[in-house]
């Protein structure tokens, strides 16, 4: 079993930065693909960053430049760190790691204030 706790969203002005934590707790394997998802009201949850274990990391495109994933391995920690907030970046953070099983988060609220 697996358990994903996050923590870091919360109220920000456009231009602002917050800093996402995700740590992982259970039966991890050190070779897991870790991730943050997104999802804003009346919209799909789309890929925001993964990192792998060896630090390889994908972007959605939009993101890339703003946002900026990493992961320390010894914690089962994935971060996230955004900067230049903009409103269009308001929706719910999912974390997520993918061991045999797509494991989920219960999502953090991040709401940027134009």
């Known amino acids: 079993q697996v358990q994903l706790v996050e923590s870091g969203g919360g109220l920000v002005q456009a231009g602002g930065s917050l800093r996402l934590s995700c740590t992982a707790s259970?039966?991890?394997?050190?070779?897991?693909?870790m991730g943050w998802y997104r999802q804003a009201p009346g919209k799909q949850r789309g890929l925001v960053a993964s990192?792998?274990?060896?630090?390889?990391?994908d972007y959605a495109a939009s993101l890339k430049g703003r946002f900026t994933i990493s992961r320390d391995n010894a914690k089962n920690t994935v971060y996230l760190q955004m900067n230049n907030l903009k409103p269009e970046d308001t929706a719910v953070y999912y974390c997520?790691?993918?061991?045999?099983?797509?494991?989920w988060g219960q999502g953090t609220q991040v709401t940027v204030s134009s």
């Open positions: 259970g039966s991890i394997s050190s070779g897991a693909l």
């Open positions: 990192i792998t274990s060896s630090g390889s990391t």
């Open positions: 997520n790691l993918v061991l045999g099983y797509n494991y």
